[in-house]
């Protein structure tokens, strides 16, 4: 099982990156899935998350309105859309499948990472 997460880069304060996970190896349109981010000397945290039907989606607090997740079963892919990406949004940010939950913990399968990093 592979989870491949592409997408991120170096933008300016207030632009947009959309972010792709791909899973490969088996289906999982009966998981949540989520992404989670960590920043230099911080710990790993939730950003958002997705039922296996799409038709739930929750995220934290300092993302709401800017961030949306989707997710395309037919495709085995999660999609993160970030608009008004501030410099505070930049780490690697991971995308992984578990339940329906903002904790780590939940989530059993996990992709590499991808850095995002905004300045400003």
């Known amino acids: 099982v592979q989870l491949q997460a592409s997408g991120g880069g170096l933008v300016q304060a207030g632009a947009s990156l959309r972010l792709s996970c791909a899973v490969s190896?088996?289906?999982?349109?009966?998981?949540?899935m989520g992404w989670f981010r960590q920043a230099p000397g911080k710990e790993r945290e939730f950003v958002a998350g997705i039922s296996w039907s799409g038709g739930s989606q929750y995220y934290r607090d300092s993302v709401k309105g800017r961030f949306t997740i989707s997710r395309d079963n037919a495709k085995n892919t999660v999609y993160l859309q970030m608009n008004s990406l501030e410099t505070e949004d930049t780490a690697v940010y991971y995308c992984?499948?578990?339940?329906?939950?903002?904790?780590?913990?939940?989530?059993?399968?996990w992709g590499q990472g991808t850095q995002v990093t905004v300045s400003s």
């Open positions: 190896g088996r289906t999982f349109s009966n998981r949540a």
């Open positions: 992984a499948v578990g339940r329906r939950s903002s904790i780590s913990d939940d989530y059993d399968y």
